[in-house]
């Protein structure tokens, strides 16, 4: 009786010898928190995506409260309502909400022209690192889908091969842009109208060869822009959007079709 | 005191003794945060870190409070309790005082208060009746072969990803493998100490 009287005194001493120690240094330590962040926490996504360019919801929401003037409109994928919600918490007038969603920069005229028959790892991955794909252009999409598991919204799905984004599903979170060995994928502004699907930066004759579709850097689209917002850098034709007046001439005029439209719907939205 | 038996203490913890490898402790954060290089170095030096201070906080309770008074049979209980209360105490501190380090260790800090190789490490210290600087050494070996053991691990796991193995080997069964693997090539270094050090 006396042995268990010992024991439960003395682990019941240390227990509260480390409770008070723990209080203490609790009240000692507190540090000051913002009843804000857990507002703002609860109307943000919480996928922690890191479109904002914080790490995490939990990051972006300290830096809105740190007030080093962080704008609210960052959050790509909570879109409008949550700009919205952000902006009444923090007094602050709302910035206007950009819509973004991802664009996969390939039109995949290669896929029928192989330079092998690769019978490897099917993963984009894996194929890339054997002379930069079975296709025979190395720098457009390699067709295995690596960015499609990469998506929390099922917003990529495989089309002839081709990495297609459902515009409607797409958050422009920006998660797929890491899974593309080939940084195919990019988060474009959905006002920007015109874009240009095609990465290859080879001379015109060896690109058109591999690809129906390739950029062969004619210029055309250059001298015809009415506001001059089309360069020419490395074989590809770049397109200004400071300059774009989105007259949406040079979708017509591309020889190859390479310039394309970013989907009416989701502009719409 | 000498130099060279602390360095036997160390190197048999990190190679030999293994705690994850050899004695098959804290297996459950070697399995779970080992899918990044980035995530496994964290882990590793919290690991380091915990089982540093748990050692030297629990090595003088045991020795001059519980076998003093007869209650060395309360360790396991007394060890969890001290364990828990002072990773608390870490983060606390941390929290104040060096925010950096509290975010970059993130949520592995509080996976600590219930790891089992820091338990382990602490009672082996105890039961291979380790005087203080050899507890402590040993507590520093166990976590860094820990944290190699999660490089390796993390970079195995980086192949197996990628790998393309039978259906019903994918995912754990696959990692538990390549774990068994690993673990066999760490046999390899048992009598190695003795032979290169004649203890």
Redesign the interface.
Known sequence: MNMIV??VV??TA??AV??A??SV??KL???KTDERVARIEDCLPGTNCGACGFPGCSGYAAALVSGNDVKTNLCTPGGASVVKQLSEILGVEAGEATRKIAVVHCKGGCTQLKKMDYNG???C??SKQLFGGAGACTFGCLGYGDCQPACPHGAICMENGIAQVIAENCTGCGLCVKACPNQLITIDDVSETAVVLCKNIEKGAVARKKCTNACIGCRKCARECPAGAITIEDNLAKIDYEKCTHCEHCAEICVTHCIQLLAPQARRR | MDVKALIVIMMSAVLVNNYVLSQFLGICPFLGASKELKSSVGMGFAVIFVMLLATTATWPIQTYLLERNGLGYLQTVVFILIIAALVQLVEIVLRKYVPTLYTSLGVYLPLMATNCAILGVTIANIQKEHLYLEAVVNALGAGLGFLLAMVIFSGIREHTENADPPPSFKGIPVTLFSAAILSLAFFGFSGVIENMFGS
Do not use: K, R, W
């Open positions: 010992i024991a003395s682990v240390i227990g480390c409770a120690m723990l240094a609790d330590m507190a540090v790892i099917q993963t991955m894996a």
